[in-house]
């Protein structure tokens, strides 16, 4: 069986395999060595993505080849305003970083060799939050700000220094560039094609600082140009070492 790496996640994680997304991203890349499973839920914040670690990851997998890596991708849900029309998903600062925690250890026990990578939230454009509401917004205020995704992001980069774990600090990269509203956002939240670019070219890059590289990864099977047109079994013989 191919190794995997599991992609989990709210909605940009659920999100990550339409066209031009950061997970079909890297399941092109690692394509034939490996295989990128989605595990993503729109919506979902840390204290529901903790009730339901077992049930995504279910324990009869714990007896089974551990995976290579698990990305963790939460925060932007949690990160909405308590007094906003998105307060059910609301989950306090210092919660959110216990429930991190919570689901690194709770995935470092079942696979302790897993690479288990952090990604903050984005930023967040409030006028684009406006013009995007998901549902009804009496107030016209938006239900995130960029200032509480940082307060969140923050917390995910100090929960994975106390983890000693890497993490992708996709709020403070994504800001680099000035004109990261309108090139990195689609709806003030989820990412373009550009913003997915950079989630995919970041979590490649911490991927291969932890020895996840094409150049460490096995091919699956023959590679047809190792195929013998005159004898066309033996490159599986040889394989298989039959």
């Given at each position: ?50 009730k ?75 006028d ?27 917390a ?5 220094v ?16 000035p ?10 939240l ?7 670019k950079?989630?995919?070219e970041?979590v ?21 140009a ?17």
């Amino acid at each position: 069986m191919r190794p995997k790496i599991y992609l989990f996640g709210d909605s940009i994680t659920e999100f990550s395999f339409d066209e031009g997304g950061w997970g079909a991203s890297l399941a092109n890349h690692f394509s034939r060595r490996l295989d990128v499973v989605l595990r993503g839920y729109s919506g979902y914040n840390t204290r529901w993505a903790l009730k339901v670690l077992d049930r995504v990851f279910p324990a009869a997998e714990s007896g089974g080849a551990s995976p290579l890596a698990v990305t963790v991708f939460f925060g932007a849900n949690d990160a909405c305003l308590p007094d906003r029309y998105g307060a059910f998903q609301h989950v306090p600062v210092e919660e959110y970083k216990q429930n991190l925690h919570s689901i690194v250890s709770s995935l470092k026990n079942r696979w302790p060799k897993a690479l288990i990578l952090l990604i903050t939230p984005p930023p967040v454009d409030e006028d684009a939050r406006i013009r995007h509401p998901y549902v009804e917004n009496p107030l016209g205020l938006p239900e995130r700000t960029n200032e509480s995704a940082g307060c969140f992001a923050k917390a995910c980069v100090e929960t994975a220094v106390e983890c000693a774990i890497p993490v992708v600090d996709l709020w403070t990269r994504m800001q680099q560039y000035p004109e990261w509203h309108k090139a990195y956002l689609s709806d003030g939240l989820h990412l373009s094609q550009e913003g997915n670019k950079v989630v995919f070219e970041e979590v490649l890059k911490k991927l291969n600082e932890g020895g996840l590289s094409l150049e460490m990864l096995e091919v699956d099977l023959p590679l047809f140009a190792d195929i013998d047109p005159g004898d066309p079994l033996k490159a599986f013989r040889q394989w298989f070492k039959i």
